[in-house]
C-alpha cells in the first residue's frame, strides 16, 4: 500500500510543470524518507521475515513441566541444534512421548520439579522454558515475593532461575493466571521475577495471530539476564491457513460420532455457547480433557452416494425440536390411507401455503418439510490437534489416543514459541 502511493507520487510529479517540480521533489523526499523509515521499523518487527543471526548456534535448553516439548519442537522446527540439559514431567505417558521424540539421556530426565537441583546447571543453560499448572496461591497479609509462593510449582520454576541463572527463561501459563485472586496472583509472579534481578516483560498473546488456526490466549512471560537485552513481543500477523487446511484426508471411522453425539454437537445452544464449533476457521481452544466430551471442534462431512458408513445421520441447522421423531416421519411420510393419498414429497421447490395450524400436528401433504444434506460428525483426530498446535507430523504417537490428547491439548502452540524465539533472535543465546 505505502509502495502504491510512493509509486503514484512519482508519476504525479512527472507531470507536473517545472516550476512546480522542486518544490514537489522535496515534498516527495521527504515522504520518501519517512516512508523508508517507517518500512525499517516495520520490518524490525515482522519476526516472521527474521533470520536467525547465528544458525549454527547450539541451544543449550532446560525445561520444566515439559509435556510433550512445544519449545524443544519449536527449535527443531527452527533447525537449531539443541542440546537437552534436562526435562521434567511427573507423567509416566508424557515421559514416553518425550523419549520418543527427542534426544535426552535418562540421567537429564526429572519425574518432578522438586527433584532439580539448579546449582548444578549454573550458568549451563541458555534457555529455561516451563508453564506450571495453574495453582493458587493466597497472599492475604504477605509481601508478595519468592518466598512467599513457597510450596507451589511456581515457586520451583523460579527458584531454578534462580539456581541456575539462564540467560533466557520463557514462563507460560493460562490467560486466567493474569485475574486470579484479583491480579494477587500474578503480581505474586512479576515480583518474584523482580527478586531474581531478570530483566522481563509479558503479554497476552493469542496462537491465531501467529500463524496458527486456533483461538489459544496464553501470558508469557520472557525474562533475560542481560539487561542491557531489549525485547518486544512479536507482532500478529495475518492468518494464512484456516483450520480445514490441517485436516487429515483418511478418518478412521472411530472418530464418528453416534447418534448422541451429533444431537449434543449440532444443538443450538451448545453451538452458541461456543462449546462445540463445527468446520470452524479457526479451531476452538484445545482443552487438556477433550477426548472426554463433545465440547471442541467438529468436522461435518457431506456423505457422497457410494459412500458406506453406518453413522450417517441428518444435519441440521436448525434445533432438535424441530425434527420430526422417527416416529412422527413414519407418520407423515406415510403416503396416506386407503383413498385418500397424498404427495408425502420433503425438499419441495415451492413451498405449500403456510398454514396457521401448522404447529399443531403433522400432515402428509399440507406441511412442509425439507431434509438435510446427510452426512457425518467426527471429532478431531490426535493428529489433527498435534498440527493444530503446531507438533507436524514428525511427531511421534507412542501413546493411546486419550493420552495423546491430553497432551496436545496441555502444551504450547510451537507457532507462538517460534514467533518468540526469531523475535529474540533465540541464536544469538546459544553457543
Ligand atoms: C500445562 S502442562 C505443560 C505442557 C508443556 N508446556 C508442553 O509443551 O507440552 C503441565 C505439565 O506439568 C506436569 N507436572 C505437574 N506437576 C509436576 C511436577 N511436580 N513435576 C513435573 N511435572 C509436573 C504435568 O504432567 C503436565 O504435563
Not at 548444578?120 to 493458587?136: E, F, M, T, W
Amino acid at each position: 500500500m505505502l509502495h502504491n502511493n510512493i509509486i503514484n507520487r512519482d508519476l504525479e510529479f512527472k507531470q507536473l510543470p517545472n516550476e512546480q517540480t522542486n518544490a514537489v521533489l522535496e515534498i516527495n523526499s521527504n515522504y520518501l524518507h519517512l516512508n523508508i523509515e517507517q518500512k525499517l521499523d516495520f520490518s524490525k518487527t515482522m519476526w516472521n521475515k527474521k533470520k536467525l543471526s547465528n544458525p549454527n548456534a547450539k541451544i543449550r535448553l532446560a525445561t520444566m513441566f515439559s509435556g510433550i516439548g512445544a519449545v524443544e519442537f519449536a527449535l527443531k522446527r527452527l533447525k537449531l541444534p539443541t542440546k537437552i540439559i534436562f526435562a521434567s514431567d511427573n507423567d509416566k505417558f508424557v515421559k514416553q512421548s518425550y523419549f520418543a521424540n527427542y534426544n535426552i539421556a535418562e540421567e537429564n530426565w526429572y519425574s518432578d520439579v522438586i527433584n532439580i537441583d539448579g546449582n548444578k546447571y549454573k550458568n549451563k543453560i541458555d534457555l529455561l522454558v516451563g508453564g506450571s499448572p495453574c495453582q493458587s496461591f493466597s497472599m492475604i497479609g504477605k509481601r508478595k515475593g519468592f518466598a512467599d509462593t513457597r510450596g507451589t510449582l511456581f515457586y520451583e520454576f523460579a527458584r531454578v532461575v534462580k539456581e541456575s541463572q539462564p540467560k533466557v527463561f520463557i514462563y507460560e501459563n493460562v490467560k486466567g493466571l493474569t485475574n486470579h485472586d484479583k491480579g494477587n496472583t500474578f503480581e505474586t509472579i512479576l515480583a518474584t521475577f523482580d527478586e531474581l534481578g531478570y530483566k522481563y516483560s509479558h503479554k497476552i498473546l493469542n496462537a491465531k495471530n501467529y500463524g496458527m488456526a486456533q483461538h489459544r490466549e496464553r501470558i508469557f512471560v520472557v525474562g533475560f539476564l542481560d539487561h542491557s537485552i531489549n525485547f518486544d513481543f512479536p507482532e500478529p500477523i495475518e492468518l494464512q491457513h484456516t483450520m480445514q487446511d490441517f485436516l487429515e484426508d483418511y478418518i478412521d471411522s472411530k472418530y464418528y460420532l453416534k447418534e448422541k453425539g451429533v444431537k449434543f454437537v449440532t444443538s443450538s445452544k451448545n453451538r452458541k455457547k461456543r462449546y462445540t464449533q463445527i468446520n470452524g476457521d479457526i479451531a476452538l481452544c484445545q482443552k487438556a480433557n477433550q477426548q472426554f466430551n463433545w465440547h471442541g471442534d467438529f468436522i461435518y462431512e457431506q456423505k457422497s452416494k457410494q459412500e458406506f458408513n453406518e453413522f450417517v445421520f441428518d444435519i441440521k441447522e436448525v434445533e432438535e425440536k424441530y425434527y420430526l421423531s422417527e416416529k412422527i416421519k413414519t407418520y407423515v411420510l406415510a403416503g396416506g390411507t386407503k383413498n385418500f393419498k397424498t404427495s408425502t414429497e420433503t425438499d419441495l421447490k415451492v413451498a405449500r401455503p403456510l398454514l396457521q395450524s401448522m404447529h399443531k400436528m403433522h400432515r402428509a401433504g399440507v406441511d412442509n418439510y425439507v431434509t438435510h444434506n446427510k452426512g457425518r460428525i467426527r471429532k478431531l483426530t490426535p493428529t489433527e490437534c498435534l498440527r493444530l498446535m503446531g507438533f507436524g507430523d514428525g511427531f511421534k504417537q507412542v501413546v493411546s489416543d486419550t493420552q495423546m490428547y491430553r497432551q496436545a491439548g496441555n502444551s504450547i502452540v510451537v507457532d507462538v514459541l517460534i514467533a518468540i524465539l526469531k523475535q529474540m533472535d533465540i541464536s544469538k543465546f546459544g553457543e
